[in-house]
T-cell receptor, first 113, second 114 residues
Framework: AQSVTQPDIHITVSEGASLELRCNYS??????LFWYVQSPGQGLQLLLK??????LVQGIKGFEAEFKRSQSSFNLRKPSVHWSDAAEYFC???????????FGQGTRLTINP | DGGITQSPKYLFRKEGQNVTLSCEQN?????MYWYRQDPGQGLRLIYY???????QKGDIAEGYSVSREKKESFPLTVTSAQKNPTAFYLC?????????????FGSGTRLTVV
């Protein structure tokens, strides 16, 4: 079945440390891939997206993601997190020719001061 | 919100009442979606509409109804048949291209049963 998996429900990192959030997808063909961030009580904001081409994608707020076809992964990274990065992060996939997105379960990020 | 307005931000419902959540967009996109979000359960699709006067059930449509009389508007009614309506509701619009390249989301409505 087509799906998006975020293996980590909750991650805690210290401020200034590096971050990697994992995302795996299960599709026959590579879908469009997205990362969204949600602050408490807010809607989701697009961080970055991958359609094709360069496998390292730059996004807003200093985030980047790397697409690895061999691993069916699209992991989100940030070299140095800030307390304001505490939020929930969702990975999503959109198959070619489909309008609906399929979301992962989300990863809640906590930042220790 | 990128051109999507959800109202109200907070809504309280008494047992047995129907309530309607509003979603309006000025992005001129055809496809609109309603999601429900519960703690630890991610986003679950309730209904979606790809064109005016047409809509399809998502994964958890029971107890909900929608209409799509105008391109700009896609209201969601939470009926008394929905036994556990307390949740955060998000409206989204497909953005860009023929098939769209992801969603733009509204800021959400938090519904609480009192």
């Amino acid at each position: 079945a087509q799906s998006v998996t975020q293996p980590d429900i909750h991650i805690t990192v210290s401020e200034g440390a590096s971050l990697e959030l994992r995302c795996n997808y299960s599709y026959g063909a590579t879908p469009y891939l997205f990362w969204y961030v949600q602050s408490p009580g807010q809607g989701l904001q697009l961080l970055l997206k991958y359609f094709s081409g360069d496998t390292l994608v730059q996004g807003i707020k200093g985030f980047e993601a790397e697409f690895k076809r061999s691993q069916s992964s699209f992991n989100l990274r940030k070299p140095s997190v800030h307390w304001s990065d505490a939020a929930e992060y969702f990975c999503a996939a959109q198959p070619w020719g489909a309008q609906k997105l399929v979301f992962g379960q989300g990863t809640r990020l906590t930042i220790n001061p | 919100d990128g051109g999507i307005t959800q109202s109200p931000k907070y809504l309280f419902r008494k047992e047995g009442q129907n309530v309607t959540l509003s979603c309006e967009q000025n992005l001129n996109h055809d496809a609109m979606y309603w999601y429900r979000q519960d703690p630890g359960q991610g986003l679950r699709l309730i209904y979606y509409s790809q064109i005016v006067n047409d809509f399809q059930k998502g994964d958890i449509a029971e107890g909900y109804s929608v209409s799509r009389e105008k391109k700009e508007s896609f209201p969601l009614t939470v009926t008394s048949a929905q036994k556990n309506p307390t949740a955060f509701y998000l409206c989204a619009v497909t953005t860009g291209g023929i098939y769209g390249y992801g969603y733009t989301f509204g800021s959400g409505t938090r519904l609480t049963v009192v």
